[in-house]
């Protein structure tokens, strides 16, 4: 399940923009329409803010970026506009995530001579999920217009996790044909809502059983999706009291002198890997030996309530990062903190199915699929599930980090080594829950989570934190969390003897579900870590493409935000434009064989992105997504003979284009080509510059996946 506290731990409470400007050397003029300098440089100022919220770096480009080729050369004055445009879309369209962001609304505060710098940071933010994606109605509504429904390919995507459902989704929006391949009955993969009731159904709730915290509200796109659902988020409280093994309160007093001590190990540990860092990179050793050492040394919580008080929090640490301390690699257990997204945690009301549901409609989604094998090459991929063989252009692998240690699924050939690696020395571990229904809140609605303490240390994350759901699972639950070794001990007892435990500290539940994560052959485990040996580096090398057919998506391949809901969910989207852009260059290749001067242009019209009646349409490549894109259309003319053909050839826009397709039947189709649109049809030879341009960067694409 994926982590519901980021890499923090659980939140406890801190102790005591119109004239114009000329333009300079630093991109703050010129492109914009102004509303004063002082108004300008404040209104740049909270644009960057947001663009930084969302994940962008201040001021250069991301990796994503260089790769989209959105500027023609690195740094200089062409950069620094472009981020500024990039970071003014990206605030424009967050004001309102419920309408479509044009293209045309963004030049009307961006100089005209500048449009191509608007039309490269749109195209980028639009065709990796940054703007105008989501399940708004205004949303849904337009991203059937903007492409039609041609494909440029084939994608089958493993698994209907959020990553599998946004890639899924955003493919789709992008121009490809996709299928879901999913094993179990249910979308949503360690993401899962089950409903609860006491046996007269007088009290009933919604329980996230696996992730469940929006973790940071900034620039979360599961944030975005709630707003456009308009679902109300709960702030999660940071008020968390701490209760003995007895039930009585833990001293105020020892229980800040405690987590001073805690925190100021932890510091001494990240003071001492930065003095030693080299070294620790060819010798890693675990985080838990370097603050035990730090203990000793410092004779720190020594008394055994204090000891109990450092145990607690050592569990909320292994909670965050889903193993014990003696696993997590003290060199780069933290690798994406500075990545973590800013703003309140929160609940979404009724449980993430609501948002999981909504990402699911309309998408093909063959349940009950439990890949075995998945064969690639040249030719492209087969992916057997079952007694099923569905063949495609790609495949988009989203399955847990913990079902590729197992080789639940075969890869033919064999993944590369440097892959296999990196799956090794990534950690996957486990976080268990057990959610408890009771009669009444008897715990009060002022606080949202509450620890609890024991005294075997090696039980320490043994329901050692509750959250309390009374206000958003419409009804008094609870749910214990179970990390560290406790949550291993647990798969390993019955049902009946872990809720024996927990009704040990507490009496009297309606109802009582446990979970099993470990023992979950689909995922085999909860999240990701950074595990001795392992660093961040390998979080981006389990994303990396398999010979440009096989695609990974998952929280485990986003080194940004692993163990998160949006790390998956972001993830998605990444690979999405990812194929897109294998694809655009694949097909670029197969045109290097076709003769594009040649008066025979059938192999380049074969698989059209528009075809009707006798026309066929190609869209500009470069802006494949935008309505206004150029577009070279074919008229083909049949004479008596069978072979007697005649082709003529024009250019126009591909919302042009589109409504030409929407007319009944040729002639009207020609009559509205000369009188409302004035194209002129000419031969092969007398085409322009321009439909050359789209001839040499057209491409066919378009098998469908099939059974």
């Known amino acids: 399940m994926i982590s519901s506290a980021s890499r923090l731990r659980a939140l406890r409470a801190q102790q005591k923009a ?28 909270v644009e960057a803010l947001i663009a930084i919220s969302v994940g962008f770096p201040v001021d250069s480009l991301t990796e994503e970026e260089i790769e989209a080729n959105v500027v023609s050369q690195i740094g200089g004055t062409e950069q620094a506009n472009y981020i500024i445009v990039r970071n003014h879309i990206l605030a424009r369209w967050r004001s309102n995530v419920s309408s479509w962001l044009t293209k045309d609304q963004v030049l009307e505060s961006i100089r005209a001579e500048h449009k191509s710098i608007v039309n490269s940071a749109y195209l980028f933010l639009l065709q990796h999920g940054y703007i105008n994606f989501g399940v708004a109605p205004s949303i849904m509504e337009m991203k059937k217009k903007v492409v039609d429904g041609t494909p440029k390919g084939s994608v089958i995507v493993i698994g209907s996790g959020l990553s599998g459902l946004a890639a899924a989704r955003q493919l789709i929006f992008l121009g490809f044909k996709v299928i879901v391949l999913e094993g179990r009955s ?36 599961l944030g975005v999706f709630a707003r456009q659902l308009g679902l109300p988020l709960h702030k999660v409280r940071d008020i968390c009291p701490l209760y003995m093994p007895n039930g009585r309160m833990v001293n105020s007093d020892v229980d800040s002198r405690v987590e001073s001590v805690f925190n100021e190990l932890l510091d001494r540990v990240c003071n001492l890997r930065q003095g030693i860092m080299e070294e620790i990179k060819s010798v890693d050793v675990s985080l838990g030996t370097a603050l035990e050492a730090f203990r000793n040394v410092y004779k720190v919580a020594e008394e055994p309530s204090e000891r109990m008080l450092l145990n607690w929090h050592l569990a909320n640490l292994e909670y965050a990062n889903a193993t014990v301390m003696s696993n997590l690699s003290m060199a780069f257990w933290d690798q994406d903190d500075p990545y973590e997204m800013g703003g309140d945690h929160c609940f979404i009301p009724g449980g993430n199915e609501r948002l999981v549901r909504t990402l699911a409609e309309d998408i093909p989604i063959f349940y009950s699929s439990e890949v075995e094998y998945v064969r690639y090459g040249n030719d492209g991929v087969v992916v057997y599930a079952g007694d099923q063989e569905y063949k495609g252009d790609y495949a988009l692998c989203t399955v847990s980090l913990g079902v590729l240690k197992k080789q639940a699924i075969e890869f033919i050939p064999e993944l590369p080594q440097r892959k296999k690696d990196a799956i090794e020395r990534l950690g996957f571990g486990l976080l268990n829950k057990v959610a408890i229904l009771f009669p009444c809140d008897f715990w009060g609605g002022e606080i949202d989570t509450f620890g ?4 075997d240390p090696n039980m320490r994350g043994e329901f050692f934190l509750f959250y309390s759901y009374s206000a958003v699972a419409g009804g008094p639950l609870l749910i214990a969390l179970v990390a560290g070794e406790a949550a291993v001990k647990f798969e390993k007892m019955s049902p009946l003897e872990s809720i024996s435990r927990v009704l040990e500290i507490l009496k009297d539940p309606v109802q009582a579900v446990c979970t099993r994560w470990g023992q979950d052959h689909l995922c085999y485990g909860s999240y990701s870590y950074v595990a001795i040996g392992a660093s961040g580096d390998d979080y981006d090398i389990l994303s990396e493409n398999v010979a440009d057919r096989v695609f990974f998506a998952g929280e485990a391949t986003n080194k940004q935000y692993p163990a998160t809901m949006h790390g998956a969910f972001l993830s998605g989207m990444r690979e999405a434009a990812h194929i897109l852009r294998v694809a655009a260059k694949k097909s670029a290749s197969k045109l290097n064989n076709i003769d594009t001067k040649s008066d025979d242009l059938n192999p380049l019209f074969g698989t059209p992105d528009l075809q009707f009646g006798s026309f066929s349409v190609l869209y500009d490549t470069l802006h494949s997504t935008d309505v206004e894109t150029k577009a070279l259309l074919q008229l083909e003319i049949k004479g008596a003979a069978a072979n007697d053909h005649v082709y003529l050839y024009g250019m126009l826009q591909k919302e042009q284009a589109i409504e030409l397709c929407d007319l009944e039947d040729d002639s009207k189709r020609i009559e509205m080509l000369a009188t409302k649109f004035d194209v002129r049809l000419v031969g092969r030879n007398s085409l322009c510059d321009s439909a050359e341009a789209i001839l040499q960067r057209s491409f066919s694409i378009g098998s469908d996946p099939v059974k």
């Open 452 to 455: 609890h303490l024991t005294e």
């Open 186 to 221: 249910r979308p949503g993969g360690r993401v899962r809502t089950k409903k609860m009731s006491g046996a007269d159904g007088g009290v009933v709730c919604a329980a996230d059983l696996g992730g469940s915290v929006l973790t940071g509200i900034n620039g979360n796109p």
């Open 18 to 45: 119109s004239t114009e400007v000329e333009f300079d050397d630093y991109g703050m003029g010129n492109f914009r329409k102004r509303r004063g300098t002082t108004d300008l440089s404040k209104e740049i100022d």
